[in-house]
T-cell receptor
Framework: NAGVTQTPKFRILKIGQSMTLQCTQD?????MYWYRQDPGMGLKLIYY???????DKGEVPNGYNVSRSTTEDFPLRLELAAPSQTSVYFC??????????????FGPGTRLTVT | AQSVTQLDSHVSVSEGTPVLLRCNYS??????LFWYVQHPNKGLQLLLK??????LVKGINGFEAEFKKSETSFHLTKPSAHMSDAAEYFC???????????FGTGTRLQVTL
């Protein structure tokens, strides 16, 4: 299993541009998540999905959109990029709640700079 | 609401000496608690997890943590630090719905010769 994969690894955007961060998992997990990590901070949840066709907002959803058309893929869309979106983005997945609850598997991250 | 407080933003130890990274949590429900490690420019790796079984949890690379409900703590320890342990460590609590996780702000562990 490749686990959770993310593309691209690095990206520089100009203010106002748009882009999609890709995330794919091959573990047949129902639950998927997007986080952002700012310097010196823990991860903050942007959006999550409990299954194909179902998504919900996390703690910091403004400026982002998601979709979940398949179990495997959970892309994150940035519209009208702003410098405040400069961050490292992590995608994660987990199986259904139940022992062990909540363990998530993380991708390697995408480092995004908006200038 | 759930929250996690990591009491030290930076810990420095000498190689071969014990490691203690402190974490306190707040949860309305019986929590699941985790420690994740992040090496520089890498993703997050699960070190260990507590899910209401044994209160002393053993993880990878010689780390362990003890769940103390009376103190609402989940401190991470290792008897003898190694240079390869230098990394950022995150204490994490499961919010209980949709397996959403709440992260602490992290503790950077420095290991010196």
């Amino acid at each position: 299993n490749a686990g959770v994969t993310q593309t691209p690894k690095f990206r520089i955007l100009k203010i106002g541009q748009s882009m999609t961060l890709q995330c794919t998992q091959d573990m047949n997990h129902n639950y998927m998540y997007w986080y952002r990590q700012d310097p010196g901070m823990g991860l903050k949840l942007i959006y999550y999905s409990v299954g194909a066709g179902i998504t919900d907002k996390g703690e910091v959803p403004n400026g982002y959109n998601v979709s979940r058309s398949t179990t495997e893929d959970f892309p994150l869309r940035l519209e009208l990029a702003a410098p405040s979106q400069t961050s490292v983005y992590f995608c994660a997945s987990s199986y259904l709640p139940g022992p062990p609850r909540g363990e998530q598997y993380f991708g390697p991250g995408t480092r995004l700079t908006v200038t | 609401a759930q929250s996690v407080t990591q009491l030290d933003s930076h810990v420095s130890v000498s190689e071969g000496t014990p490691v203690l990274l402190r974490c306190n949590y707040s949860s309305s429900y019986s929590p699941s608690l985790f420690w994740y490690v992040q090496h520089p420019n890498k993703g997050l790796q699960l070190l260990l997890k507590y899910t209401s079984a044994a209160t002393l949890v053993k993880g990878i690379n010689g780390f362990e943590a003890e769940f103390k409900k009376s103190e609402t703590s989940f401190h991470l320890t290792k008897p003898s630090a190694h240079m390869s342990d230098a990394a950022e460590y995150f204490c994490v609590v499961n919010t209980g719905t949709a397996s959403k996780l709440t992260f602490g702000t992290g503790t950077r562990l420095q290991v010196t010769l």
